[in-house]
């Protein structure tokens, strides 16, 4: 009885433990400003701004296509607002319309030549069709326009890691941090990079400082889980796995490592 008590006790600790994204960018909580945001619209059916707040809010519950004709709505009523052309170029991105999105990220660095942030965009797009020059040279002109912007930092890393440039990419993932000390995405792709050079020890540190910054980061669990296979940790890389597993159940690739970690011995 008394385990059983415990046990209640521990489940209900933990549930207070949950980081507060879990109930603040809920699904359900969307749903209720989206129902708001429906009447507010009827009530003033020629507001942009209400059709641009409506249409991101949908992007955020993955309702892409009611997304995008809220952002055309938008658009019909203030032609010219670059922000509504940086929201239907993310959505496009994310919808793999990667023709539109291209355009669209060109659209707003036309009306506003300073916005770094869809130079990073638009890079995006450049390095997921493979253009890794045409997506250097966005992230160097988002730079150039903010040097103090983290995120260009960690996707020109991302391409110089591609093009097999380790040392560059090392230096603008550490750059990165530098400028923002909670950019789990730097220490993920840092610890990616230090692999390749077989530079493990120093990997799993930050795969460590990813995953303290982010406790569901699957790809850090699943990449330490790697990593400490090839240190053969093997306890350590299945437990690694079972995690990201358990964050992921679609994690194909962690539940065959599970199963040929069965032909190891645990520590």
């Known amino acids: ?23 603040d960018h809920s699904d359900f909580q969307l749903i209720k400003q989206l129902r708001k945001y429906n009447k507010k619209i009827d009530r003033n059916p020629n507001s942009a701004k209400l059709y641009n707040q409506r249409g991101y809010l949908n992007f955020l519950i993955g309702n892409y296509d009611d997304a995008l004709d809220d952002y055309d709505n938008a658009k019909r009523l203030e032609p010219d607002n670059s922000d509504i052309y940086y929201n239907i170029a993310r959505t496009q991105y994310v919808m793999r319309n990667y023709d539109n999105s291209l355009e669209n990220y060109t659209k707003v660095i036309h009306l506003k030549p300073k916005d770094a942030k869809s130079y990073v965009g638009r890079g995006l797009v450049k390095e997921t069709c493979g253009n890794l020059q045409g997506a250097k040279e966005d992230y160097n002109k988002a730079i150039k326009i903010n040097k103090r912007y983290a995120q260009a930092y960690i996707n020109r890393g991302v391409v110089e ?86 964050i992921n159940p679609k994690n194909d690739e962690a539940r065959e490592k599970l199963i040929e970690l069965q032909d190891y011995v645990v520590e």
């Open 1 to 23: 009885m008394k385990k059983i008590l415990a046990t209640i006790v521990l489940l209900i600790l933990c549930s207070f433990c949950l980081p507060s994204y879990s109930y």
């Open 161 to 246: 890691d591609k093009e097999k440039n380790y040392d560059a990419a090392i230096a603008d993932y550490t750059k990165a941090l530098k400028l923002d000390e909670y950019a789990s995405d730097a220490y993920y792709n840092r610890g990616l990079t230090l692999c390749k050079l077989k530079r493990y020890e120093e990997a799993i540190k930050d795969y460590d400082a990813a995953i303290a910054l982010d406790g569901f980061y699957e790809l850090a669990y699943f990449h330490r889980g790697q990593t400490y296979f090839i240190l053969k940790k093997y306890e350590k890389s299945r437990l690694d796995f079972i995690k990201a597993l358990d």
